[in-house]
């Protein structure tokens, strides 16, 4: 199993930038498809972002691209989410996922380890 430990969120103002880090243990991260999931208050978790085991390949709702970067070192063990422009609507829980397969899905259901999550909110 690998246990993952989120870091990096935070309050920051609108059209401001925050990095998130995603440490993990237990196993080496090269065996994980990653991805960023984020949940706000009432609604469901949903996909921000993933990264193939590699890191070769990336992907990313709609919502963040443009404005977000996943980007993983396998050697460090470490996923992280560079944030930038950002808007009172990111605000939400931000969770780090992991899948034992090349690719993570989109969806939350697919993943197989998750980190407890770091808050961002984002202030007008």
């Known amino acids: 199993q690998v246990q993952l430990v989120e870091s990096g969120g935070g309050l920051v103002q609108a059209g401001g930038s925050l990095t998130l880090s995603c440490a993990a243990s237990g196993r080496a991260l090269s065996n994980y498809g990653m991805a960023w999931f984020r949940q706000a208050p009432g609604k469901e978790r949903e996909f921000v972002a993933g990264i193939s085991r590699g890191g070769g390949s990336t992907n990313y709702a709609d919502s963040a691209k443009g404005r977000f970067t996943i980007s993983r070192n396998n050697v460090k063990n470490t996923v992280s989410l560079q944030m930038s422009s950002l808007q009172p609507e990111d605000t939400a829980v931000y969770y780090c996922?992991?899948?034992?397969?090349?690719?993570?899905?989109?969806?939350?259901?697919?993943?197989?380890?998750w980190g407890k999550g770091t808050l961002v909110t984002v202030s007008s």
């Open positions: 996922a992991a899948r034992a397969e090349t690719y993570a899905p989109t969806y939350a259901p697919g993943m197989d380890y």
